[in-house]
């Protein structure tokens, strides 16, 4: 293992900046590498550490971080227990929609099984390595998704997320235990717009960063992509059960009888139908059976209102919004940015490591590819 490191580490200091693409089950073990900075006595350490299970590896401190205008949003750093600091430092960056601090994936329920927290399961890995890591809530979000401030919620701007990314990363260098020179930010989807943003503006504090499932184009892209391109399909090859093209009531539902349907399916499933309060029975969202025919033609009235939503940017409303999916507000913002691989390039100094999971539908694969080009 010492020497697998070790020539790991010489190969990316041959490719300085240079950007690359793994399989996302290679990022834990990259992550290792590009900070450069675990020496033989820490990782012999972590070694006898993780064969001593009494022994506590991980030590963690909560943070208020003030983003101005009376602002607080809070935050925990994960911080190894063993080992001679300071440690090399990871700072996530959140992906769009209501994210708590450790990107909660669902919600938390008293009874049942606990949703993935991917930025906290991350974040273990890394501290019982030797890494210091901060992750925070989403200003005017709160644990398990809360909308704590809708009018903050609502007027959120791409801007307000670089800021506050950039004063989570000034609290981060603070702390005792970070090295303020080894910093790497960890940009997921959206936050892969952030993140490229914070480092061309602080060269001396941003070694490193990693984008996973990287947004590389303009953001209406994507965007059109997961409201318009990926429901229409999704429609055609799962809900269509005859693949007619003609969706029937009895068809979507039946996908969500039992126990066996999966997340997606039950939300493509729920924005397309509903229970009528009255007779119990399931019909149509307004506006889908634009002929009163009892069916959904998938080109001729699901696709035109996809679009027509999007173009219009109807469900995002403005000023409070309760929305967990970004609202108007950030939706405008972010379309008015300038393409992300635009800024990615003008990275001359920052080692990127780009991660993408080739079956990821809201940010697809080639998306990393455009950036690896560049």
Sequence with gaps: MKSYIHVLSDFFKMHKARTMTFSVGLFLIIMLVLSCLLTTGIFREQQTTLAQQYIQTIKYRNLVIDLGNGLKTSAQSTLPAVGKGPFPGGLHVHGSGAHDKNETLGYV?????????????????????????????????????????????????TNQLKQDAEKALSVFIQQPEVDPKKITLIGHSEGTIIVPRVAIENTTKVENIVLMGTVAQNFRDIIRLQNVDEPLLFAKQILDLDH???????????????????????????????????????????????????????????????????????????????????????????????????????????????????????????????????
């Design 244 to 374: 007619d093209g003609i969706l029937s009531l009895s068809e979507v539902a039946s996908r969500i009888n039992g126990s066996s349907a999966d997340a997606a399916t039950k939300e493509a499933v729920n924005s397309l139908i509903e229970k009528d309060n009255k007779t119990g029975q399931y019909v149509w969202h307004p506006g889908l059976d634009v002929d009163k025919d009892g069916t959904v033609n998938s080109d001729k009235e699901l696709k035109p209102l996809l679009v027509n939503t999007f173009e219009s940017l109807a469900p995002f409303p403005t000023g409070k919004c309760t929305a967990l999916e970004p609202c108007r507000t950030w939706i405008k913002s972010v379309l008015a940015l300038q393409p992300n691989l635009s800024v990615i390039g003008n990275l001359s100094s920052t080692n990127i490591l780009i991660l993408n999971g080739e079956n990821d539908s809201q940010t697809p694969v080639q998306q990393a590819f455009f950036c690896s080009k560049d």
């Design 109 to 157: 329920h008293k009874s049942g099984g606990q949703p993935p927290k991917p930025f906290w399961q991350i974040d273990q890995y890394l501290s019982e390595r030797g890494f210091a890591v901060l992750r925070y809530d989403k200003r005017g979000i709160g644990a398990n998704k809360t909308i704590l401030n809708s009018n903050v919620w609502g007027n959120l701007t």
